[in-house]
C-alpha cells in the first residue's frame, strides 16, 4: 500500500493508518462500512459496544454463514477488529488535537481497509498464513455537528384517551309540596276575607 485511497485532504482534515494489523480484513471491511461517514462520538461509542458485545455490527457484504442479530439480520461482534480500529481512531483524534480541531465537531469522511502482506507462522503453526490489513482513516471538522447531533427528533404527540369518571348527576329535588304551600300562602295574602279573623269579627257584628 503506497499511500491514501483519500486524495482530496484539505485544512480542516486529518489523517492516520494503522499498519499491518493482525486483523482478518473481512471483519475489516464491515465495520468501516459500519461507521463511514459518521460523527467521531457516535462511531467510538457503537465500536464500545461492539467490544462489549452489546450490539453487534451488521453484515452486508460477507454474509455467508453468520446468524442473525436481535434488530439487524446478519451481525458479529468483531471484538478484536474493533479493538484495532477504535485505536486507530483514537490516534485520529489526538492529531485533530494537536491541530486545534473541537473534537465533537469531527466527522469521519473516510475509512477504509486493505489486505496486508501474507506472512507465515512461525514453529508448529508454519506454513499457516496470517491475517492482516491496513486502516486509514480521515476525520473531517464541520463546524455545528454538535448541535445537530444533540437536536432530537420531536415526537408526535399523541393524546391518549382516559377513561375519566362521568360526574353523577345531582339528586332530584321533589318542590310540589313547598311550591303548593307557598301558592296557598299567597292566595290567602291576596283574599283577607278567608282569614279567621274576618269569621269572628263576622259573628260579633
Known amino acids: 500500500m503506497a499511500g491514501y485511497a483519500f486524495n482530496g485532504m484539505k485544512e480542516n482534515m486529518v489523517k492516520a493508518s494503522g499498519r499491518n494489523l493482525n486483523i482478518s480484513p473481512k471483519q475489516s471491511i464491515e465495520i468501516c462500512s459500519y461507521i463511514r461517514g459518521r460523527p467521531l462520538t457516535q462511531a467510538k461509542g457503537l465500536l464500545q459496544l461492539a467490544i462489549d458485545e452489546k450490539r453487534a455490527v451488521p453484515l452486508k457484504r460477507f454474509t455467508n454463514g453468520p446468524g442473525h ?51 507465515q507462522h512461525y514453529g508448529r503453526k508454519r506454513r ?4 492482516a490489513a491496513h486502516i486509514e482513516v480521515v476525520l473531517e471538522e464541520v463546524k455545528g455537528l454538535t448541535s445537530k447531533n444533540t437536536k432530537k427528533p420531536q415526537a408526535a404527540s399523541v393524546e391518549k384517551k382516559t377513561d375519566k369518571p362521568k360526574p353523577k348527576p345531582a339528586p332530584k329535588t321533589e318542590t310540589h309540596s313547598h311550591e303548593g304551600h307557598a301558592t296557598h ?7 283577607p276575607s278567608h282569614s279567621p279573623k274576618t269569621h269572628t269579627e263576622h259573628k260579633t257584628q
Open 128 to 131: 499457516s498464513i496470517f491475517k
Open 69 to 119: 442479530k436481535p434488530g439487524i439480520a446478519a451481525g458479529r461482534f468483531y471484538p478484536k477488529a474493533c479493538t484495532q480500529i477504535l485505536k486507530t481512531l483514537e490516534s485520529a483524534e489526538s492529531n485533530a488535537k494537536n491541530k486545534g480541531m473541537n473534537v465533537s465537531d469531527l466527522r469521519i469522511a473516510h475509512i477504509a481497509a486493505q489486505r496486508a502482506p501474507k506472512q
Open 185 to 191: 300562602e299567597h292566595t290567602q295574602a291576596e283574599h
